[in-house]
């Protein structure tokens, strides 16, 4: 499956356009994890324990995304883009979306 942020794939030819695909998760916060964090913030430094965690968000999100895409016969999506959001206190949404395509 090939994925851009751009509106083609280099070197290929766009000859099926299937729509918008999308995927998305919601992730809480861990205790454990902001107990660290609130260390973190006064010491400084990066908060491992939620940059995993939202790499981890990213990852399923665009898995979803993918096979959404997948299931309508693309083998590309193009213009991929990601936006994060608060749902509630504590817990955040990562969602992942682009244009599902058939290249050649």
């Not at 070197?11 to 964090?37: E, F, Q």
């Not at 995304?65 to 299931?71: G, N």
């Amino acid at each position: 499956m090939f994925l851009t942020n751009i509106e083609e794939v280099p070197g290929k030819r766009i000859i099926a356009c299937y729509g918008v695909v999308s995927g998305s998760t919601v992730r809480a916060k861990h205790v454990g994890r902001d107990i660290m964090a609130g260390l973190k913030n006064i010491f400084g430094g990066e908060l491992e324990a939620y940059t995993e965690l939202l790499s981890e968000a990213r990852e399923q999100a665009m898995l979803r995304m993918q096979q959404q895409a997948e299931s309508l016969g693309a083998n590309a999506i193009v213009n991929v883009r990601f936006s994060t959001s608060s749902v509630t206190a504590g817990a955040s949404e990562i969602y992942i979306y682009g244009t599902a395509v058939t290249v050649e």
